[in-house]
């Protein structure tokens, strides 16, 4: 007799499984509600009865993650039940950035705002990555410190680097000269850092990822951080792509030139020779030809419809934009049928530290069940 193999289709459901699942089912249509539902209100929309929302809603107030509050007007006859709203004061993300010239930490609150922000400019290539990042830790020991003093309790953190990141590993960061370098261990060599769980990602994609989440507009663009170095981060159907091996988004070793300039990379004309940030510095006009020659290759490829500039390129939008436009205008097949939507981060600069941040922030919206766990 052959033995039967349950598939996880057929196995059975653990309850643990689904109070974890109906936990995040509460708590994200609270958090995705135009207004302060009540528990009724939260049943109705969930299709859970009113005692199972009631006894959830009970635990997720008691773990610091949903509050009470005053309810939307009323115009009916009645007294208006009680509303719900995430807490401003429970669990908070704390983001790290590393980049070429300057390091970032900041707070994040379970509703998204920010309560700390805090930075050091500096150049960060002759530090090396112990240096750099024992430097890095020393200021989100101050961010940490600065959330605790408000009552919120730090979940974890996240780390946005300028370069390729496998696992908890940086492998190479060209611009900082690094290769192979364990970042979360070498934070965690700071006191006050060193029970946090520390994830570790491009700049780039956690630019894309903070940008997706704070303007809540459209699900696919290309979002373009420019540094000293140039990263990008692709969002499809809301989700960010990252590639086979996580490797996805160095637009700025994409060749404009092909017998350019020198690269730190060891090919020659990549983009950021022509449009990172020293190199817009000395000739905007050149800048913005070589990024509308890279992004018209990427949108004939991907057919991205809008492309989002950030890091440095915010200041310079304004004067960036008629260069760029006109080569994707020249090159791109589409142009004529459905023209590209060129726009600047809503976030500057602090896209990546955001949400590096707002990574943390939602691993706790997307899992109260674990943080529950947590606070027991």
Not at 7 to 14: D, E, I, T
Not at 57 to 75: C, F, M, N, S
């Amino acid at each position: 007799m052959t033995a039967r193999i349950s598939s996880p289709a057929s196995a059975p459901v653990r309850q643990s499984s689904v109070r974890a699942h109906n936990l995040a089912l509460v708590l994200d249509t609270v958090a995705n509600s135009a207004d302060r539902p009540s528990r009724a209100a939260v049943a109705a929309a969930t299709g859970l009865t009113r005692a199972t929302v009631s006894a959830l809603v009970d635990d997720l107030i008691a773990g610091g993650l949903l509050t009470e509050v005053d309810p939307p007007p009323r115009t009916g006859a009645g007294r208006p039940a009680t509303g719900l709203a995430l807490t401003s004061a429970g669990p908070a993300g704390l983001g790290l950035e590393i980049n070429i010239d300057y390091l970032a930490a900041c707070v994040v609150d379970l509703t998204g705002t920010v309560r700390h922000r805090f930075a050091e400019h500096a150049d960060q290539r002759p530090a090396g990555a112990t240096a750099a990042l024992a430097a890095l830790g020393r200021l989100g020991a101050r961010a940490r410190l600065a959330a605790e003093a408000d009552g919120l309790t730090v979940a974890g953190a996240a780390l946005a680097v300028p370069g390729l990141v496998s696992g908890s590993s940086v492998r190479v960061a060209p611009n900082l000269g690094w290769q192979d370098v364990d970042a979360p261990a070498l934070l965690r060599g700071v006191p006050e850092l060193a029970d946090l769980t520390i994830a570790v990602d491009n700049e780039a994609n956690l630019a894309a990822l903070g940008e997706l989440r704070v303007t809540g507009g459209k699900p696919d663009f290309l979002y373009v951080s420019g540094e000293i170095g140039i990263g990008a981060g692709l969002v499809i159907d809301g989700e960010l792509y990252r590639g086979v091996r996580g490797w996805s988004g160095e637009i700025g070793h994409v060749t404009v030139y092909p017998d350019g300039r020198p690269c730190r990379c060891g090919a020659n004309g990549c983009l950021e020779q022509y449009a990172g940030q020293e190199a817009l510095a000395a000739d905007e006009p050149l800048a913005a030809a070589a990024l509308g020659i890279a992004l018209s290759a990427v949108v004939n490829l991907l057919d991205v419809p809008v492309i989002v500039l950030g890091g440095a390129y915010v200041p310079h939008f304004g004067r960036l934009r008629d260069g760029i436009e006109a080569e994707l205008r020249r090159r791109v097949l589409t142009a004529g049928l459905a023209p590209v939507t060129l726009r600047a981060a809503s976030l500057g600069a602090e896209a990546a530290v955001r949400g590096a941040a707002d990574v943390v922030i939602r691993a706790v919206r997307d899992d109260p069940a674990a943080w529950l766990r947590r606070t027991r």
